[in-house]
């Protein structure tokens, strides 16, 4: 009797260590949680190759990571004691947002607060940033939008940016009416938010018929999809392999947004680099904003910065030594292509509303607040736009936090995670400093 119970007991002791095991180096900032997070994702994966078996469900995946999400948190639509603010969901130009407004005298005018949350385009909503942005607007005092924008795979690119843009334009044409002065609008958002961030700021600057936004504040963006085998992405490779928010995953997220499916060339292709043709890594554009030594410039600048000297932050070593050597491959490692596959892509890779990072004049656009974290695996997307705003004129506040991981912010405003709360209270002091 008692065999048969330790065998089942022993299996769920294996599948705990197997999902909750994640090597984890000495600088990693607030392990705990990001081994919460990482044991998330991989207890769906296989959760979900275990139901596929039983009962395909297309997309199960992306439904059931939704699902998890939203579950724990709390309608932000209901009345919070104590908190400063009032939220209800409304309809901006067919979108539908949720609203924060802050308990106010009715002749205060206020700033605004466009907001953009992360998913990848296929996770995340309004519901599940709720804790992030009402903190946001509490700290704030403005009027904030959290836009709930469509997501793949059932609604690939542009649906997500043109959901963003519509909202924010009606927002800003009828700024009077919600009491806020539209010359005090800041556009914002994480990770894939920060990416839609990039690109409205850029489209409202074109649009002479809307007020420029004041103040843009990027966390962890991710900036472009031309480049998968940037440095930080090699860095979280050789840290944590396929777990977690590997290259694999990636692929997925950019495969679903653009395809609507996980099309396995389109990922092999993605996740070897070879998605684009030769010809195009060689362009001038590709040369110029997406060329490796940006990254190691910015991140010498950044350790000297931090007083850590000349090329010892862990996220960089020497480029002659041999920890660098072991794990890292320059760009014309991977300078093959495929010619057939960039030609069916480029169209939407290359669209503006996609590309805020191949601008040709940044000049004009608002003053921004950019964070990275040193193991975040899209860490150089964000690097990479914090340069082209500032070889093009814009005034950037570029931050690089040790240690910090992708969502480490957003984390901070449902758990006790320090340094995602010094990465958050440094965009909260840059917005008061600005405004």
Same mark, same amino acid.
């Given at each position: ?51 596929? /078996? ?8 992306? #439904? ?64 599940? #940033? ?86 843009? /504040? ?86 000297? #910065? ?84 500032? #070889? ?44």
């Amino acid at each position: 009797m008692r065999s048969v119970t330790t065998i089942p007991a022993l299996i769920v002791v294996l599948f705990l260590g197997y999902v909750f095991y994640t090597p984890i180096p000495e600088d990693l900032a607030d392990p705990m949680h990001f081994r919460l997070i990482v044991a998330g994702l991989e207890s769906a994966a296989v959760l979900c190759n275990v139901w596929s /078996i039983f009962q395909p469900l297309e997309n199960f995946y992306v #439904q059931f990571h939704r699902f998890a999400m939203e579950l724990p948190m709390p309608a932000p639509d209901l009345p919070v004691p104590g908190s400063n603010v009032t939220a209800r969901y409304t309809d901006f130009a067919g979108v539908r947002v949720l609203l924060y407004e802050p308990l106010r005298s009715s002749d205060e005018i206020l700033p605004g607060f466009v907001y953009f949350h992360g998913g990848g385009y296929a996770i995340g909503s309004a519901r599940g #940033q709720g804790p992030f942005t009402r903190l946001l607007a509490e700290e704030l005092h403005v009027v904030l939008v959290s836009v709930d924008y469509r997501l793949a795979p059932e609604h690939v690119f542009p649906a997500a940016f043109d959901d963003a843009l519509a909202a924010t334009k009606y927002f800003l044409k009828h700024a009077a009416d919600y009491g806020v002065d539209p010359s005090r609008v800041t556009v914002g958002g994480d990770s894939a938010g920060g990416h839609l961030a990039a690109g409205v700021a850029q489209h409202v600057f074109d649009d002479p018929t809307v007020p420029n936004f004041k103040l843009q /504040i990027l966390f962890y963006p991710w900036i472009q999809f031309l480049d998968c085998n940037t440095p930080s992405l090699q860095f979280y490779e050789h840290t944590f392999g396929k777990r977690g928010m590997s290259k694999p995953r990636l692929a997925e997220f950019i495969s679903g947004y653009y395809l609507g499916n996980l099309d396995s060339e389109f990922l092999h292709h993605l996740e070897t680099n070879r998605h684009t043709s030769a010809a195009f890594k060689r362009s001038s554009n590709y040369k110029k904003f997406l060329n490796h030594s940006i990254i190691f410039t910015k991140l010498e600048e950044a350790s000297l #910065q931090l007083g850590l000297g000349s090329s010892t932050s862990s996220s960089l070593p020497s480029l002659s030594s041999q920890a660098f050597r072991e794990y890292y491959k320059p760009q014309e490692h991977f300078a093959e292509g495929n010619d057939t596959m960039w030609e069916e892509i480029q169209e939407a890779f290359l669209d503006p509303r996609n590309l805020p990072l191949f601008r040709d004049d940044f000049r004009g656009l608002p003053k921004a607040f950019i964070a990275t974290g040193e193991r975040d695996h899209i860490r150089d997307d964000g690097i990479f736009y914090a340069h082209a705003l500032e #070889q093009g004129g814009v005034e950037v506040i570029w931050k690089h936090y040790p240690g910090a991981w992708h969502g480490i912010a957003a984390f901070a405003s449902i758990a006790d995670v320090p340094t995602g709360a010094k990465m958050l209270g440094d965009g909260l002091r840059f917005f008061k400093e600005n405004i």
